[in-house]
């Protein structure tokens, strides 16, 4: 029998993390940058020479500050800071303000540091409706999963009530640069998240960035937590000075037209949620076909799949199987 200590408990969720598990599938279940970066394998062979010693990376990300023009705090994608923001804002004394039908890591996180979830309507101003007193209020935008964005004016009303009630807004814009002619806003009381993770299409290198509260940020974040694989993948970021971004994202925009038509479907990012009735009958069916779809359920949209924008052959690929679903569909 194993011995265990009641201190010691597991903490339990009905909700997992999303995208392809099986290997050999067209992975259209997470939403990234179909089109790799062409210095990609010369990123690893210089990993490789970093992997026999700890990294530090305040150069690199005093670098990536002035890119940027904002102060970053790097991170190993947008969870760890999330963590750190549990770490900072939560521990028994917070209430957390969470959209419903969002990423469902905000909820994991703040049941985690004991914070009172607070659920509210995805809408900037109904949402404002919900903020009191140091609250923290998570916002994401585009929205995972429907891929809806909302523009400064847009969020003002939320911003206002967070910047009144001397609130903390975390505004996590992990999709924000799929977003055509997309704007971010400015407030006092803005954490903005940000990753790589997404636009490179490099999900496991794991290298994101926060911005807002440096300093307080760089107080508890874990040591070497992105790695040497990060390190070398921040290194070639700077030097490319996100021109792989400018290259890819057009021809991302032109597929994303091409399966609003033919899927009668919006979205502002790249990436769609469509009704299909049972998520979980639609997962299986598109799994038979060798492609991957998210099931939708953990948003609290058991009807609905999400699917994002690959290559165009993919795509067709994607479009010719929910043609043969529908028909087949009862």
Not at 64 to 74: D, H, K, M, R, W
Not at 204 to 226: A, C, D, L, N, T
Request: proline share 5%; aromatic share 12%.
């Amino acid at each position: 029998m194993i011995k265990t200590l009641k201190m010691l408990k597991p903490v339990e969720f009905k909700a997992r993390h999303g995208g392809a598990r099986e290997e050999g599938l067209l992975d259209f279940s997470a939403s990234l940058n179909p089109y790799l970066p062409e210095w990609v394998d010369e990123m690893f062979e210089r990993a490789k020479v970093l992997g026999n010693r700890y990294v530090y990376w305040e150069k690199l990300e005093g670098e990536l500050s002035n890119l940027i023009g904002e102060n970053v705090t790097v991170t190993a994608g947008i969870t760890e800071a999330l963590y750190l923001i549990g770490i900072l804002t939560m521990k028994g004394r917070g209430k957390a303000i969470i959209p419903k039908h969002t990423y469902e890591e905000y909820e994991r996180i703040a049941r985690i540091f004991d914070a009172e979830v607070i659920k509210a309507p995805n809408d900037p101003e109904k949402l404002a409706e919900f903020v009191e007193g140091k609250s923290i209020v998570f916002f994401c935008n585009p929205n995972n999963p429907d891929g809806r964005f909302y523009p400064p004016k847009k969020l003002k009303p939320l911003i206002q009530a967070v910047e009144d009630t001397n609130s903390l807004l975390v505004l996590d814009e992990a999709f924000i640069d799929f977003v055509k002619d997309a704007k971010s806003p400015e407030g006092e009381n803005i954490v903005k998240l940000r990753t790589f993770t997404k636009n490179y299409g490099l999900p496991g290198i794991r290298v994101g960035y926060i911005i807002g509260f440096s300093e307080v940020f760089k107080s508890v974040r874990m040591p070497w937590s992105i790695g040497s694989t990060g390190y070398a993948f921040l290194e070639f970021v700077i030097r490319d000075e996100f021109q792989h971004l400018k290259k890819t994202m057009p021809l991302i925009w032109s597929e994303k037209e091409r399966i609003e038509k033919a899927l009668n479907v919006k979205s502002d990012a790249n990436f769609f949620i469509k009704n299909v009735g049972d998520a979980k009958r639609a997962v299986e069916f598109f799994k038979k076909r060798r492609i991957a779809v998210r099931d939708c359920t953990s948003f609290g949209l058991p009807e609905y799949i999400r699917f994002s924008v690959r290559k165009r052959e993919e795509n067709e690929r994607l479009i010719e199987a929910f043609r043969e679903f529908f028909q087949c569909s009862p």
